[in-house]
């Protein structure tokens, strides 16, 4: 009787352990994903800045040769990020749902 009480007590450890290293597995896993993920989407933040910022200097290049100045170009996009930021600013609220929502739309769409 005592033997097999040691005996499922050791079972029981032994699972125990098992399922605990199942969970640092699957930890490990998911963190890891989510470090490759982040990385990624770094990266194509950098690419995407740098396209938009040579892109807006091209534009902005474009317009002064177009209105025949050396600064109004770059001044009229001034303007038109100063209305984006205060849209930005006045619809925070909006927006942040709006993020919420695709984050997670696309958390939901990874797990499945």
């Known amino acids: 009787m005592l ?3 040691e005996e499922i007590k050791d079972t029981l ?3 125990f352990e098992t399922r605990i290293d199942l969970f640092k597995i699957e930890t490990r896993d998911k963190i ?11 990266i194509l933040l950098c690419l ?11 534009l902005g290049t474009f317009l002064n040769k ?3 100045s050396d600064y109004l170009g770059f001044v009229i996009l001034l303007g038109v990020f100063i209305i984006k930021l205060a849209v930005t600013i006045i619809w925070k609220e909006t ?5 919420r929502k695709i984050i997670v739309r696309f958390v939901s769409v990874k797990e499945e």
Not at 48 to 58: A, F, H, Q, R
Not at 95 to 99: D, R, S, V
């Open 66 to 68: 177009w209105l025949h």
């Open 48 to 58: 995407g800045l740098t396209i938009l910022i040579l892109l807006v200097i091209l």
């Open 13 to 15: 450890f032994k699972y």
């Open 3 to 5: 033997s097999q009480l």
């Open 95 to 99: 927006w942040i749902t709006l993020i």
């Open 32 to 42: 890891e994903r989510a470090v490759v993920i982040g990385i990624f989407a770094a």
